[in-house]
């Protein structure tokens, strides 16, 4: 997170110099109206890309939800509309709808951080990051659960493929697919969409 905030300050500050550099340069054209029509244009886009990298980050991490439910909760015979109401949208796509995060988009596809790996739905131990490689895939790669009752797997024909969907066995979220091509020492490979997941900071 810093890592991507201080991306940003940085290239503010780029942008802010050479826009400084541009009017020392150019006063002339500092005067017309389509320059200044230009700058609007530039600090709007530095804005939005902000707003957006914002709402990702705190989709990832967002288990306020979590917070209010007592700590025996069934998590399978919670009604979809709560889901539904405290969920980001990607995460309820996602998790309990079954989709797919675009790749290379999610917090933990690129994040190596040592620690344990929960479902962002419930809170469940799922994977260890001691598991976590990198697939070149554009998704969390793991090649085994952080225990065998984790999560359960599923036949999944969907889209025409034959693939094995991977699940979380507390609250039944779809979190990813599992393949066989991973490395050793269990040559599987647990495709698993970020957003699904959250570490502890
Ligand atoms: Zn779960």
Same mark, same amino acid.
């Given at each position: 997170m810093p890592v991507t905030v201080s991306r940003h300050l940085l290239t503010i500050v780029f942008l802010v110099l050479l826009l400084a550099v541009f009017c020392q340069q150019n006063p002339d054209i500092v005067q017309q109206t389509t320059y200044n029509m230009k700058q609007w244009l530039v600090l709007l886009t530095i804005l939005t890309l902000m707003s957006n990298d914002n709402k990702a980050r705190h989709g990832e991490s967002n288990i306020e939800h979590l917070r209010n439910l007592p700590e025996n909760t069934n998590f399978k015979e919670i009604p979809d509309s709560f889901w539904q109401k405290h969920l980001t949208p990607l995460q309820y796509q996602v998790c309990r709808k079954a989709g797919t995060e675009r790749p290379f988009t999610g917090y933990y596809n690129t994040h190596y951080k040592d620690g344990i790996f929960y479902? &962002? /739905?419930?809170?469940q131990p799922l994977f *260890? *990051? =001691?598991? =976590?490689?990198? *697939?070149? &895939?554009?998704w969390p790669s793991f090649?085994?659960?952080? &225990? $065998?009752?984790?999560v359960t797997l599923h036949e999944d024909h969907s889209y025409g493929m034959f693939r094995i969907e991977v699940r979380c066995s507390r609250c039944d979220s779809h979190l990813g697919h599992v393949f066989n091509?991973?490395? $050793? $020492?269990?040559? =599987?490979?647990?495709?698993?969409? &970020? /957003?699904?997941l959250f570490q502890k900071e």
């Open positions: 479902c &962002s /739905v419930c809170g *260890s *990051s =001691k598991t =976590k490689f990198n *697939s070149g &895939s554009g090649y085994e659960p952080i &225990s $065998p009752d984790a091509d991973g490395p $050793p $020492p269990t040559g =599987k490979r647990y495709c698993i969409n &970020s /957003v699904c």
